[in-house]
């Protein structure tokens, strides 16, 4: 889940503007739990899943 879409229950603003304290934490606590595919879109997974798949059974095609 992205923290743009967030509203604080303290300050009833958007996270991602960072209004209050509890806001500024919770942004900079969600940012440091972004990874590698955090940033993808589910489209973009599935694409990346469908080439993955396509290269295993390339791969296997080849050693049988």
Known sequence: MTYDR???ANCASPV??????V???NRERLQQ????FA???PMALIALLAV?????????HQTA
Not at 16 to 21: D, I, M, Q, T, V
Not at 52 to 60: E, F, G, S
Request: proline fraction near 4%; charge should be neutral; glycine fraction near 10%.
């Open 6 to 8: 967030l509203v604080c």
């Open 16 to 21: 991602s503007e960072g209004r209050c304290p």
């Open 23 to 25: 806001c500024r934490a």
């Open 33 to 36: 739990q972004e990874g590698f």
């Open 39 to 41: 940033g993808l879109n």
């Open 52 to 60: 993955l798949i396509a290269a295993v059974a390339l791969l296997a």
